[in-house]
């Protein structure tokens, strides 16, 4: 299994970015996947996840600014952020877990500066 993360970079203040996730080995249609992110001295926590339906949950700290979906068709999870802030700043990871098996991504930079 293999989650290849995307998208990150440096953005100022209130500005946006999309991060991609490419899977493979997995039967990506049917498994739940998530966003998570670490900030530096802070423990890994959830920014957003997706189920195989489409039903999405968010962290307070997303919610009305960020925007996770999938294409089943490519194998890919997406985070659209929005209006980002410098508390953002955290190396986001996808991942995909259920009962028996927890996969991650290498982790993509997200830089918010003021």
């Known amino acids: 299994v293999q989650l290849q993360a995307s998208g990150g970079g440096l953005v100022q203040a209130g500005g946006s970015l999309r991060l991609s996730c490419l899977a493979s080995?997995?039967?990506?249609?049917?498994?739940?996947m998530g966003w998570y992110r670490q900030a530096p001295g802070k423990q890994r926590e959830l920014v957003a996840t997706?189920?195989?339906?489409?039903?999405?949950n968010y962290a307070d700290s997303a919610k009305g600014r960020f925007t996770i979906s999938r294409d089943n068709g490519k194998n890919t999870v997406y985070l659209q952020m929005d209006n980002l802030k410098p508390e953002d700043t955290a190396v986001y990871y996808c991942n995909s877990g259920g009962p028996t098996y927890d996969y991650w991504g290498q982790g993509t930079q997200v830089t918010v500066s003021s």
């Open positions: 080995g997995i039967i990506f249609r049917i498994v739940p």
């Open positions: 997706i189920t195989s339906g489409g039903l999405t």
